[in-house]
């Protein structure tokens, strides 16, 4: 803004608190009771890294109406429930996890964030596991199996866009690269 010489004077502010769970909050998390289901956002059902709700709002209120319909009394938040944990909120349980490591942890002394913005220049193959991230199509819970045997592929693409890659072995391509 001060390169455009854009004035911050007098100007308002805005910002919008997601309602993403912390990993003990997803324990004692409740999303339906006595006559009442909650879905999308006032279910808690966002993810806790990107802050995506969009599909896990439709998702929740499409799992929500076929529990009420597979169990009509007293077994709907149990089926809710475990419907919801089957489908994505044990992914989601398990990306609060993940979330304060990548929001507060250090890796090759800079901040996750920094290294991740770096990595997803200079590698093609970590840039394609970060688009499945936020296209929903690879899960936290298979993260570390997938960053892990895309590892020599993806440091190797790294040393190469720094002119090292002819001193380094080639990786061996894997089925998941
Ligand atoms: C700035 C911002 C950017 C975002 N970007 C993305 C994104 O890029 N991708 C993504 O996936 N998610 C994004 N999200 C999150 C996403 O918008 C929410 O997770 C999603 O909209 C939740 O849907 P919902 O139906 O649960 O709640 P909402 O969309 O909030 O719907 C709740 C509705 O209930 C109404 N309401 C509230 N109280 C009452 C009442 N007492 N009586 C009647 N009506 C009431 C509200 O007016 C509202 O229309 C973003 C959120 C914000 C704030």
Same mark, same amino acid.
């Given at each position: ?18 309602? %993403? &769970?912390? +990993?003990?909050?997803?324990? $004692? ?7 009442? #289901?909650?879905?999308?956002? =006032? !279910? ?22 076929? %529990? &009420?319909? +597979?169990?009509?009394?007293? $077994? ?7 419907? #919801?944990?089957?489908?994505? =909120? !044990? ?30 220049? $200079? ?55």
């Amino acid at each position: 803004m001060d390169e455009q010489s854009l004035s911050r004077k007098g100007a308002a502010f805005y910002s919008h608190l997601l309602p %993403a &769970l912390h +990993t003990p909050a997803w324990k $004692r998390n409740r999303v339906a009771g006595d006559g009442w #289901l909650a879905v999308g956002d =006032a !279910a808690g059902l966002v993810d806790p890294i990107t802050g995506e709700g969009l599909y896990y709002a439709m998702r929740s209120a499409d799992l929500g109406v076929r %529990a &009420l319909l +597979t169990d009509l009394h007293e $077994r709907t938040e149990h089926t809710y429930r475990r419907l #919801l944990r089957r489908d994505f =909120a !044990a992914d989601l349980e398990f990306g609060s996890r993940l979330a304060s490591h990548i929001f507060h942890g250090k890796f090759l002394f800079g901040s996750v964030p920094s290294r991740m913005v770096q990595f997803t220049r $200079r590698s093609p193959l970590f840039t394609r596991v970060m688009q499945d991230l936020f296209a929903g199509t690879q899960d936290y819970l298979g993260l570390k199996r997938r960053l892990m045997s895309n590892l020599h592929g993806s440091l190797f693409e790294i040393a190469t866009s720094f002119g090292f890659g002819r001193s380094l072995p080639r990786p061996v391509p894997t089925q998941e690269s």
